[in-house]
């Protein structure tokens, strides 16, 4: 025994090889749900409920393609962080346009199981963010609620302390307490009994400490309301 590394040359670079194989066979992961979604919602579109029995499966098939889709987009971008290969795209946005536009995305699929959607934001409220990494992190939050919510999701924007502060809401049973963060990276550890892995949280937690204004930087904070006991997910942008 020599005391030196018994790994050869070639496992070193089978080693790196590793990671950037499996990033590529998510993206065609990707790319294969991302045309299993255009599909669905077209069969979708062309039966209604009253005449398509299997209108409910196919719409519960829709959420979770969506949701997987999303889970390899998360993926996918955290390797790109990890490889200093991504480069966030701050700018300039109407929050309201913006919630408006992601609440549509989400709204049919919501409103089919019978789940509200309110939005409560200023018109004249702006903001400097990633347009896409944020509406990655809101679409996650209210596939979750779908999941959740009884029948009620709210969806707040505003200033406050000088941080853009979006909230999600919804009227479920609320977080588990081992979910509750204050501005922390996320949930710990898995749950084999719910599913649930964290990477939602974590994957919200690295975007909103992409974004950075001298010295204050974006988290993330999970609690359960006051007001009714369900989930309130909020990302607060400087």
């Known amino acids: 025994m020599t005391g030196k590394d018994s790994r050869t040359p070639h496992a070193d670079k089978r080693d790196m090889q590793f990671p950037a194989f499996l990033a ?8 294969s749900l991302g045309m299993l979604i255009n599909t669905t919602e077209d069969i979708i579109g062309n039966c209604s409920e009253k005449d398509c029995p299997s209108h409910p499966l196919l719409s519960k ?3 979770e393609a969506k949701r997987v889709n999303n889970n390899l987009i998360q ?39 019978g ?23 809101i679409n996650n939050v ?16 505003q200033e406050e302390d ?10 479920g049973e609320g977080y588990p307490e081992h979910m509750i963060t204050e501005g922390g990276a996320g949930a710990k550890g898995v749950s084999f009994t719910t599913g649930s892995t964290g990477l939602g949280l974590y994957f919200a937690s690295i975007v909103a400490a992409l974004h950075r ?14 007001i009714n006991g369900g989930g309130c997910f909020s990302i607060c942008l400087p």
């Open 213 to 226: 204004n001298k010295e204050r930087e974006g988290y993330i904070r999970t609690s359960n309301c006051d």
């Open 75 to 113: 993926l996918l971008a955290l390797y790109k962080m990890d490889k200093d290969q991504f480069t966030p795209n701050i700018e300039y946005h109407s929050v309201s346009e913006f919630l408006e536009d992601v609440t549509l995305q989400n709204k049919p699929l919501l409103e089919f199981k």
């Open 162 to 171: 000088g941080y853009l502060v979006i909230r999600i809401r919804d009227n």
């Open 142 to 157: 209210m596939n979750n609620a779908y999941r959740y919510a009884h029948d009620r999701i709210w969806i707040t924007a």
């Open 115 to 137: 789940i509200s959607i309110e939005t409560d934001c200023s018109n004249d409220l702006t903001g400097f963010f990633d347009r896409e990494l944020v509406a990655g992190v």
């Open 61 to 63: 098939l829709q959420y």
């Open 24 to 31: 590529s066979i998510a993206h065609d992961m990707k790319n």
